[in-house]
C-alpha cells in the first residue's frame, strides 16, 4: 500500500455505516485480509476511529487548520503507525502494523497515516462533502480546477439527472 491507499482506507472508513460486522467486511472490500478477519471488537474500535476522522473532516472541509492539526495528532497519537516491510505476494510493500495485529490495529494506523499524509500533500482546500442532499460523504478533490462537488459519479449523475427532469417538467 502507498499513502494513497490509505487515505483510501480512512476515506471508506468514514464514509461507511458500519452498524454490523458484515458493513465493516464491506466497508474493507479492496483489503480481503482485514475483511476476512474483522471482529465484533474491531467493529467497535474502527466506529471510534470513523468518529474521530470524521470530526477531522469536518473541520478540514471548513478550514478549521487547528482542529485538523489536533485531530489528526490525536489518531496518530492513539493508533500510531508501526512500519513493517513486507514481501508476500511477490511485491515489496510496507503496513503500518505487525501483520499479525488484528485488523483495526492496522486500519486505525493506516487511516491515521493516511489523513495526516493527505493533508501534508494536500492542505486543507482540496477536503470537501458531497452536495447531494441525500449522502454527505467526504472527498479529497484532485481534480485539475478544485471544482468537484459529489463524492462520486453515481451522486453527480443522479443529482444531475434529477435536475435536467425537474426543468424538463416545467
Given at each position: ?39 465484533e471488537e474491531d467493529l467497535t474500535v ?22 485538523v492539526l489536533a485531530g489528526v495528532n ?61 449522502c454527505g460523504n467526504y472527498y479529497l ?30
Amino acid at each position: 500500500m502507498d499513502n494513497g491507499d490509505y487515505l483510501d482506507v480512512a476515506l471508506r472508513l468514514v464514509n461507511a455505516d458500519l452498524p454490523d460486522v458484515p458493513a465493516l467486511q464491506a466497508a474493507l472490500h479492496d483489503e480481503p485480509w482485514w475483511a476476512c478477519r474483522a471482529t465484533e471488537e474491531d467493529l467497535t474500535v474502527l466506529r471510534s476511529v470513523a468518529s474521530d476522522a470524521r470530526a477531522v473532516l469536518d473541520a478540514a472541509v471548513s478550514g478549521d487548520a487547528d482542529q485538523v492539526l489536533a485531530g489528526v495528532n490525536a489518531l496518530l497519537a492513539a493508533h500510531p503507525p508501526r512500519p513493517r516491510l513486507s514481501g508476500h505476494s511477490g511485491a515489496w510493500h510496507i503496513h503500518v502494523a505487525d501483520a499479525d495485529a488484528p485488523p483495526a490495529t492496522e486500519v486505525a494506523a493506516a487511516s491515521a497515516w493516511g489523513l495526516a499524509q493527505a493533508v501534508v500533500r494536500h492542505g486543507l482546500d482540496r477536503w470537501g462533502q458531497c452536495a447531494a442532499e441525500d449522502c454527505g460523504n467526504y472527498y479529497l478533490d484532485s481534480s485539475t480546477n478544485r471544482a468537484k462537488r459529489f463524492c462520486s459519479p453515481r451522486c453527480a449523475n443522479r443529482v444531475h439527472v434529477a435536475a435536467f427532469r425537474s426543468r424538463n417538467r416545467d
